[in-house]
């Protein structure tokens, strides 16, 4: 419990570097490019018109709106990725802020993960301007979002910060989790509907822990009902869990971490 207060005692020291990292952070994101921040929005965009091209004219998932419910599996997926993606990169190759600034480990990944839930937040727009394209009008069950936004970081800031240590010790996995997570992607119901998965095999889909996720962005979003109590409660425990063994495996490792990087 000891290790636990500090981490999070770290944390709250170093709040005000936090946020100028994640400021430095999105700033410096599209620095250079010609569209700049405009990418926040054309990234999503262009995965969801490669999507429906592929499932809707040539493997032919029949599903009326299906571009207005790919994006709504996208969008938090897109949080997703990030944040393991930059994540695992955040200690490894921003050792010498750790070596030479002395700043602790954890402030890294935590950076990356709030800059990627405040960049998820800016296309959080551009999500409801395209449902309100297709016609689809969400009601109140649009505020369950909040629920799922406070899940989906502590289970990512849980992720993070394994995928963070571990890739210290094992370099492999900077070449492993990117294939992971693409696995991961087709075995969640972002580019199909749950519904369209055989009984037999939706045990296997519901083992991993973002399908209850992005099955109730889904809900609230595009069918406009609230995400069963279930798939909240079975997030939020995967959430706790991958939070507490994400702490748990940071600090148990942490005095190692500065002489590895």
């Not at 069963?228 to 971490?257: N, Q, T």
């Amino acid at each position: 419990m000891k290790k636990f207060y500090y981490h999070f005692l770290d944390l709250y020291r170093h709040r005000f570097l936090i946020w100028q990292l994640v400021l430095r952070d999105i700033r410096a994101r599209y620095r250079g490019s010609f569209f700049g921040f405009l990418w926040t929005f054309m990234n999503p965009l262009i995965q969801m018109l490669i999507y429906t091209l592929v499932f809707s004219f040539y493997m032919r998932i029949n599903m009326e709106k299906y571009p207005a419910f790919l994006f709504c599996g996208l969008i938090p997926w897109t949080w997703v990725s990030s944040s393991v993606e930059r994540g695992m990169h955040s200690i490894v190759h921003s050792g010498s802020l750790v070596t030479k600034a002395m700043l602790p480990p954890h402030v890294l990944p935590t950076t990356m993960n709030l800059s990627n839930f405040v960049n998820f937040i800016f296309t959080l727009p551009l999500l409801i301007l395209f449902l309100l394209l297709f016609k689809v009008y969400p009601g109140l069950t649009i505020f369950f979002i909040v629920i799922l936004f406070v899940i989906q970081f502590i289970m990512l800031q849980g992720v993070s910060l394994i995928v963070a240590t571990l890739t210290v010790y094992f370099r492999d996995l900077l070449h492993v989790i990117p294939n992971l997570l693409l696995f991961i992607f087709f075995g969640t119901p972002i580019i199909y509907p749950l519904s369209m998965v055989p009984e037999k095999f939706r045990i296997f889909v519901l083992l991993n822990p973002f399908t209850p996720l992005i099955a109730s962005y889904q809900n609230s979003l595009f069918f406009k009902n609230p995400p069963p109590l279930f798939y909240l409660l079975y997030s939020a425990l995967w959430a706790i869990f991958l939070f507490i063994l994400g702490v748990y495996l940071f600090e148990k490792f942490r005095d190692e971490l500065p002489e590895l990087i």
